[in-house]
């Protein structure tokens, strides 16, 4: 008995199986084959052309040595004392720091570094990278000297041209404690 019921079960699975397979296997398909001689019957589309673009053209800003269009622009009764004081221009034979690749607005202050005798103040740049700074560093593009560090700030003199010719002024910036 005990050897009967697994044979008599495969069996029953067979049988069970043939019939589901014959069952699905009807040639009844006229439906399918309507549907498609309707869809032949119809006339072809029309694909429409593909769009033309025009060529891209590169711009070339020429307006880089100027000031920013977002700097509080320099007032001229300031420029006039400026330049009754001094005779201010950059030293363009000065090798670039790292730091004066990038705008002083980019530039973040996010810490202060004290070890022995020497102070530093830490600045982020826009890339993500950490750099010490002490005063007589130069950073931001308009020709910017650290001159003063304190626990929460940096103050920054840059040198920037007054809208004449060949002259130039000097304006106090100053970054600020970045909060977490």
């Not at 049988?15 to 309507?34: E, H, K, Q, W």
């Not at 929460?152 to 970054?175: H, K, M, Q, Y």
Request: glycine share 8%; proline share 7%.
């Amino acid at each position: 008995m005990s050897r009967l019921l697994p044979t008599l079960f495969k069996g029953l699975l067979l049988v069970i199986l043939t019939v589901s397979v014959t069952a699905c296997s009807g040639d009844d398909m006229r439906d399918l084959d309507a549907f498609m001689a309707e869809k032949r019957a119809r006339p072809g589309g029309v694909i429409e052309p593909i769009p033309t673009f025009k060529a891209y053209e590169a711009f070339a800003y020429a307006a880089t040595t100027m000031r920013s269009p977002f700097d509080r622009p320099v007032e001229v009764r300031q420029v006039a004392k400026l330049n009754a004081r001094s005779a201010v221009k950059p030293d363009p034979d000065r090798p670039r720091e790292f730091l004066e690749q990038f705008t002083l607005d980019s530039l973040q202050m996010v810490g202060r570094l004290e070890r022995g005798n020497g102070v530093w103040v830490l600045i982020r740049d826009p890339n993500g990278g950490i750099h010490r700074v002490k005063p007589g560093n130069f950073l931001g593009r308009d020709h910017g000297k650290v001159t003063d560090m304190g626990v929460g700030f940096v103050a920054v003199v840059e040198i920037v041209s007054d809208g004449t010719a060949e002259g130039w002024v000097e304006r106090p910036r100053t970054l600020e404690l970045a909060s977490p």
